[in-house]
């Protein structure tokens, strides 16, 4: 089995909770950035050992948050020693806006990941897009660059769509499924 990392940044337990999703699927360990946009202790380490890194952060005004944006220009380092070179990786956000402008965070994860010269993994889920569509299935929002959710502003975690959370889950596994044909290779 790949060894997958899913490093996230969440404001108020969304994104976590769509993190959660993706690394079941995975079987990815979590690494959080923190408020002030830094990684644990061994976190550098940890996504330095890893097969796939998958990464995940809210689009705040459509884009990654700030504290995600700190760990990414942080991971200069890693870029000059191309440290994830031919890694996997992919990524995933959540807005409260049913588009919010997520394509254009997405857009920064695999711009994030082009810079390190790692292998994009694309959601690989067919849409539900006809009339008999209810928002709790997969893939309802309609994303083939990454897993995107929705969340409403006025509402916790605990009451994000359940197609939204599956379909995360279903692309933390095909991230997995992926790197390990990678790995076999």
Known sequence: ???????????????????????????ARLIAIDADGNLP???????????GIIFGS??????????FKKFADASSKQWFAQEWKDKVAA??????GM???????????FT?????????????LMPS?????????????????????????DAGADAMSAGDLETARLFGKRVAEVTARLARA
């Open 58 to 67: 809210p689009t705040y005004m459509g884009s990654p948050t700030w504290q």
């Open 41 to 51: 202790a061994g976190g550098w380490e940890e996504l330095k050992a890893a097969d």
């Open 129 to 153: 897009n006809t009339r008999a569509a209810k928002r709790d299935d997969v893939n309802y929002l309609v994303s083939y660059s990454g897993a995107i959710a929705q969340s409403p502003s």
């Open 91 to 96: 990524g995933f956000t959540n807005s409260a």
């Open 1 to 27: 089995m790949p060894s997958i990392a899913v490093v996230y940044h969440s404001g108020y337990g969304h994104t976590q909770r769509m993190a959660q999703a993706v690394a079941e699927g995975a079987g």
């Open 112 to 124: 994030l990941a082009m810079q390190h010269s790692m292998i994009w993994v694309s959601q690989g």
């Open 99 to 109: 588009n919010g402008d997520k394509f254009n965070a997405l857009v920064d994860l």
